[in-house]
Nanobody, 117 residues
Framework: QVQLVESGGGLVQPGGSLRLSCAASGILFSINDMGWYRQAPGQERDLVASITRLGSTNYADSVKGRFTISRDNAKNELYLQMNSLKPEDTAIYYC???????????WGQGTQVTVSS
C-alpha cells in the first residue's frame, strides 16, 4: 500500500521559512523521481519542484532561488526548504510520485502553508 504523508506546513510571516517533509512508504523510493506541487484556492495544482532519482532538480520560475528540493533515500523522505516566503506562496502543498502504468500517480494528503502578516 503506497502512502505519502506530508508535514511541516503552517502559518509564517512574509520573509519567513518553512521546511516541508514527505514520508513515503510502499514504493521503492530511491528509484523514483518525485515532485512537490501546490494548489491555491480556486487555482489549478501546479508543479513547484521536482527531483530525479539521481538528484537532478527542476523548479518553477516563481520559486527559483527561494525553494530547495532534496531527498534522503535512506529515510524514504522528500523535502522542500522554502525561504523568503511570500503571500502568493500560500497554498496546500502535495508530494507526488511519477505516474505508474497501472495505478497512475500517487499523491499525499497535502499540508497547508499560509504566508501572512
Amino acid at each position: 500500500q503506497v502512502q505519502l504523508v506530508e508535514s511541516g506546513g503552517g502559518l509564517v510571516q512574509p520573509g519567513g521559512s518553512l521546511r516541508l517533509s514527505c514520508a513515503a512508504s510502499g514504493i521503492l523510493f530511491s528509484i523514483n523521481d518525485m515532485g512537490w506541487y501546490r494548489q491555491a484556492p480556486g487555482q489549478e495544482r501546479d508543479l513547484v519542484a521536482s527531483i530525479t532519482r539521481l538528484g537532478s532538480t527542476n523548479y518553477a520560475d516563481s520559486v527559483k532561488g527561494r525553494f530547495t528540493i532534496s531527498r534522503d533515500n535512506a529515510k524514504n523522505e522528500l523535502y522542500l526548504q522554502m525561504n523568503s516566503l511570500k503571500p502568493e506562496d500560500t497554498a496546500i502543498y502535495y508530494c507526488k510520485t511519477p505516474p505508474y502504468r497501472v495505478t497512475g500517480a500517487y499523491w499525499g494528503q497535502g499540508t497547508q502553508v499560509t504566508v501572512s502578516s
